[in-house]
């Protein structure tokens, strides 16, 4: 079975260039140990001879891994302590050289930033921010010139990418094998671990032979998926623009895009998978609007995979088994996107709830993960219990937003009577209650969770959020004390809560650059749960938190730069007091990040949850991202065309 396999090889089959010269054979006169125990004889607690793979590995027929990072004496890590250490000490002269000076108002807004937890990336972007204010890749990076270079020249030097493959034949855009073996190194340990219907084993394998006719690669699914992994890269390469960070991954984008239009529209599950992650870039660019119309593609798609599974899988000859899994894998992971979409963008689905049995959760101790490009030891990945979990959820979550956006009218503006909301809206946050308690151990926030994992929960949150959102918004919840009013709005608080603390998790344990792009979402419909009480001191805080991944996330994804951009004017326009410590950070997004007409970046239908759910029912059209900025910019710039125009008499009488 193809979740069986082991990884494959870290060096392209046929090239040998790439790997370790061997050893000579030398006749020793006894065995000897090797310094360093791959990870299997580790866990065994056996004794491990060395080489790869070592004796006991090819006696149990499983994968040998050897992770020269985890020996304390071996170069590399000492050069990686080197690294962290010059890394936190240029923290410090900077944070040093900031605080002394009593008049710049930056000293206040970092102390701001440190009292409200802020994590320690965070804080480099922002000094990096305030000590290069000019220079135009540092206000889009966020990262000081000299810093930056000096981070990423240490960095690459001691990179060691997961997979080696090759740029020819897969992409025009480079030829350059170590950054494509980079950034598919990052895509398989990051997107991949939330967004997951690509076998990743047969496409590695497939990319390494060269082969543009195998079965389970092709160049148009290489060049979607190097496109979406330029999001977790600081390489300059990534940018289609030299200091645009909006242009991150849209060389390989475009590329992608044209040999899409090329397939016209032939049934491959290669095709099928990398319109999917076009779908994700597209959105993530702000173009959701034609991303809607891609994911109904995807589920026109889909529709014809599952009735034409069984040819698909007899054509496929020797590799038919591998067809099966990997067809199976992706209608699952495609569908496992789509209820969070339509929930987000308060559309009815488009993809119907696949018939297709539960991948096996067999636990094989080749399944592990890997946070490259952090040198640490592989953890077990438990993929297919995510999937399996991750589908359970979206199952229900899949169901709200038929019930909520499926074709059936009633009344007041198409919501049930509030008592049967009531009931419907008790029933689903018992399923979601039943599904928390009874979810697989070795997923559960109990172990320390891969972002796989927490991205789960954090989904299980949001759905609660947005759920109980629809109480509150319900046109008779104005005139009435009901006392589920106050319960709702006790759940969903509490869900917010726990979403702001798992994005602390992830803060605290992974790099910022690598925080997965759902985060985005997840951050937006807490700050919009957390607007009904911030006058509570922990709600502040919560509300502090998740602001702070939120901005973190504007930096590299353009939807995100828009969604904090709708907290910050929905906050504006309903007179909401922020917290203190937000003041700063928002003051210097509008003023170094956010520009007049940037909302014409945007042809997004992302929802004001403010409005839309969380508070009064209003017109759905008026409230969707692009449509609200651009109304919102051009109120401001004509405000600020009158007062430049108005004569000062004038304007004292206004």
Same mark, same amino acid.
């Given at each position: ?301 889909? =529709? ?6 069984? @040819? +698909?899988?007899?054509? *496929?000859?020797?590799? #038919? &088994?591998?067809?099966? !899994? ?96 009531? =009931? ?6 018992? @399923? +979601?209650?039943?599904? *928390?308690?009874?979810? #697989? &151990?070795?997923?559960? !926030? ?104 939120? @901005? ?103």
């Amino acid at each position: 079975m193809a979740e069986n396999r082991t990884d494959p090889p870290l060096a392209p089959a046929g090239n040998p260039s790439k790997l370790p010269a061997p050893r000579p054979l030398v006749a020793k006169p006894a065995r000897k140990n090797s310094s360093l125990a791959c990870s299997e004889c580790r866990e065994k607690k056996t004794k491990c001879i060395g080489g790869v793979p070592c004796t006991k590995c090819r006696e149990r027929k499983t994968e040998c891994i050897v992770n020269e990072a985890s020996d304390k004496r071996r170069k590399l890590d000492l050069k990686r302590k080197i690294q962290s250490l010059e890394h936190d000490r240029d923290l410090l002269f900077q944070l040093v050289s900031t605080l002394r000076t009593d008049e710049n108002r930056n000293a206040s807004d970092v102390l701001n930033l440190i009292r409200s937890n802020a994590s320690l990336d965070e804080i480099r972007l922002s000094l990096a921010e305030s000590l290069n204010p000019q220079d135009p890749q540092t206000r889009a990076e966020g990262l000081g010139r000299n810093t930056r270079q000096k981070y990423m020249d240490i960095n690459r030097l001691s990179d060691i990418p997961r997979w080696r493959v090759s740029a020819r034949p897969w992409t025009t855009v480079t030829d350059d094998d170590d950054l494509v073996s980079h950034l598919i190194s990052l895509y398989f340990s990051w997107n991949h671990q939330i967004l997951n219907w690509i076998d990743r084993d047969l496409f590695i394998r497939d990319m390494q032979s060269g082969n543009v006719d195998s079965q389970f690669c092709s160049p148009l699914l290489v060049n979607a998926v190097l496109a979406m992994s330029c999001f977790y890269s600081e390489y300059p390469e990534v940018l289609a623009t030299p200091g645009d960070p909006s242009s991150s991954g849209v060389h390989f984008y475009n590329e992608a895009k044209q040999l899409l239009e090329k397939e016209e529209g032939r049934l491959r599950l290669t095709t099928l998978q990398a319109t999917g992650d076009i779908y994700v870039m597209t959105c993530v660019m702000g173009k959701d609007r034609l991303g809607w119309k891609l994911l109904v593609d995807i589920a026109d798609s889909v =529709r014809e995979f599952q009735s034409k599974r069984n @040819r +698909l899988i007899s054509d *496929a000859g020797e590799q #038919s &088994e591998e067809m099966r !899994l990997a067809i199976d894998k992706t209608i699952l992971g495609l569908f496992n996107l789509e209820p969070t979409s339509t929930l987000s963008l308060q559309k009815p689905p488009v993809m119907k709830k696949p018939d297709i049995k539960r991948l096996p959760e067999d636990h094989h101790p080749a399944d592990v993960w890997v946070p490259y490009p952090l040198q640490e030891d592989p953890r077990p990945a438990h993929t297919n219990c995510v999937i399996n979990a991750l589908y359970d959820l979206q199952v229900i979550a899949w169901d709200i937003a038929n019930y909520f956006f499926g074709d059936k009218e009633s009344e007041n503006n198409g919501m049930p009577p509030y008592s049967e909301l009531e =009931r419907i809206i008790d029933e689903f946050y018992g @399923r +979601l209650q039943n599904w *928390a308690n009874n979810v #697989s &151990e070795c997923v559960s !926030l109990g172990h320390t969770p891969n972002p796989g994992a927490i991205d789960l929960h954090m989904r299980y949150h949001v759905t609660i959020m947005t759920l109980f959102g629809y109480l509150k918004g319900h046109p008779e919840a104005a005139e009435s004390s009901f006392e589920s009013i106050r319960q709702g709005q006790a759940i969903r608080i509490k869900s917010a809560h726990g979403m702001s603390d798992l994005l602390s998790i992830l803060r605290s344990q992974y790099p910022m650059i690598c925080m997965p792009l759902n985060c985005m979402h997840f951050s937006t419909v807490a700050l919009f749960t957390l607007f009904e009480d911030l006058d509570n001191p922990e709600n502040s805080r919560a509300f502090v938190n998740a602001c702070i991944s939120l @901005r973190g996330l504007a930096r590299r994804w353009v939807l995100a730069k828009g969604m904090l951009r709708l907290v910050q004017v929905t906050a504006l326009q309903q007179e909401i007091n922020l917290p203190e410590e937000t003041r700063s950070l928002f003051r210097d997004f509008e003023a170094e990040s956010w520009k007049v007409k940037d909302y014409t970046q945007f042809s997004s239908l992302y929802p004001n949850f403010a409005v839309t759910v969380h508070g009064n029912p209003g017109s759905l059209e008026s409230a969707e991202l692009d449509r609200f900025l651009e109304k919102w910019d051009n109120m401001t710039l004509s405000a600020e065309t009158s007062e430049t125009t108005t004569p000062e008499s004038d304007r004292k009488d206004t």
